[in-house]
């Protein structure tokens, strides 16, 4: 067997896999989706932290859905870091067309250290009512029911940390006609299904095999928790803040434990650019976090392996035919995540692009290569790099200077 029938044969093999595993994640979906958590009786009073940063596409539409929320008692502390930020006079317009909803803003430079979401929560904090705490991001989509799965999510025995899945809703503007406008949706469209039909079936096959991470689009727990170890203060020099959270609160001896909701996330960019170094910061902090099942992600692109079994093969007839089945699980795979998660997301779906999806995985296989090239991250222009367990290493050169991150 010549090396290329060899690279052949092993591509097509793990398409099969990649197959395999996009059944698998949509089967989680469903059983996912199906599960009733009956209520626990109790409604605490909670209040929501959410950092901003900016003027960001649908910020003001994301933030109203959790301001119109129909919960007993909530507090929502918004905070910036910079007086000028755009981001207050959105929250200045919610303040208005929210009058029954206890709104705080804060508005406060002090930096604690190189995570600057951690700095901004740290400012916000003083500011918080209540003993139940929901660090939030500023772009969720929330439907009804949010918070209240969140305090029985977090009601359950033993669990210390309630968190959430989330999908992908494009967040660019849908006026624009012909190729124009299809060119200019592209890019939110494919960061929105590497989401929705990527990350979110992976993250609950990860979870059937036992991991136990906290997603950061929500991480909930009682200010008791917290103070346990350490406080906000103990995040501040890392760059995964969500994954470091989780492992603490396990420290414990709690679990983090998913709440039945699930939200959407606003997926802003408007260029491939600015997709691929979001998805390549997103890569390279995981890469640092859990190098091994990074480098097994590889085997969730079924597509993207038969495509190279294609190359490989001189496109042999099998290898053809083996790119329009992988093709075909992956979009049914797809479809089936859309059609469980109907129930929870209703407006907020963003239907799985079937014709996007070899576009996507190439993409996706592209980013991971590229993860290996280095340790520097950009977030919102700010540089940075990931060391050991995702913590920010500020100088890792005399030429380089590292100025902490934002949320996103």
């Known amino acids: 067997m010549t090396l290329p029938d060899l690279l052949a044969a092993l591509s097509g093999l793990f398409a099969f896999i990649g197959v395999a595993q996009a059944i698998a994640g949509w089967l989680c979906v469903r059983r996912f989706a199906r599960r009733i958590e009956p209520p626990r009786g109790t409604r605490p009073p909670i209040t929501v932290l959410k950092p901003l940063h900016g003027d960001e596409p649908m910020l003001e539409e994301a933030l109203a859905t959790l301001c119109a929320h129909d919960y007993p008692i909530f507090q929502v502390v918004y905070g910036v870091q910079n007086p000028d930020d755009p981001a207050i006079s959105v929250v200045r317009r919610l303040q208005k067309r929210f009058p029954d909803c206890d709104i705080a803003l804060v508005i406060d430079p002090t ?31 929330v439907r009804p029911g949010y918070l209240a799965s969140l305090a029985d999510t977090l009601e359950q025995p033993g669990v210390g940390l309630a968190t959430v899945l989330y999908t992908g809703l494009p967040g660019v503007a849908e006026n624009q ?33 036992g991991r136990r991470d906290c997603l950061g689009a929500t991480m909930c727990l009682r200010r008791e928790t917290l103070a346990r170890f350490g406080g906000l203060a103990s995040l501040v020099d890392h760059l995964a803040d969500d994954n470091v959270l989780g492992v603490r609160v396990r420290g414990l001896g709690l679990d983090v434990a998913l709440a039945s909701t699930v939200v959407a ?35 969730q692109y079924p597509i993207a392996w038969a495509l190279l079994a294609v190359l490989c093969s001189g496109g042999a007839a099998w290898s053809w035919l083996l790119c329009a089945l992988a093709w075909f699980w992956r979009a049914l795979a797809a479809t089936g995540i859309d059609n469980a998660l109907d129930s929870k997301l209703e407006k907020l779906a963003f239907p799985a ?24 991250v950009d977030w919102r222009g700010h540089a940075m790099h990931a060391t050991g367990l995702a913590s920010i290493d500020q100088n890792p050169d005399p030429n380089h200077q590292s100025e902490g991150l934002h949320p996103r």
Not at 112 to 132: E, Q, S, Y
Not at 353 to 364: D, F, K, M
Request: glycine share 8%; hydrophobic share 50%.
């Open 353 to 376: 692009p079937i014709g996007l999806l070899p576009a996507r995985e190439v993409l996706s296989i592209i980013v991971m290569l590229a993860s290996y090239a280095g340790k520097k």
């Open 111 to 141: 930096d604690h250290g190189p995570n600057r979401k951690i700095g901004n929560l740290i400012n916000m904090f003083p500011m918080a009512k209540h003993d139940v705490l929901a660090i939030a991001d500023s772009d969720l989509h």
């Open 265 to 299: 996330t606003t997926v802003p960019e408007a260029t491939l650019g600015a997709l691929f170094r979001h998805e390549l910061r997103w890569a390279r902090t995981i890469r640092a976090l859990v190098p091994r099942e990074f480098a097994l992600s590889a085997l």
């Open 177 to 209: 006609n012909g190729l124009a406008g299809w060119l200019a949706r592209l890019p939110a469209r494919l960061g929105a299904t590497q989401i929705t039909h990527g990350f979110l079936p992976g993250a609950l096959l990860a979870r059937a095999m």
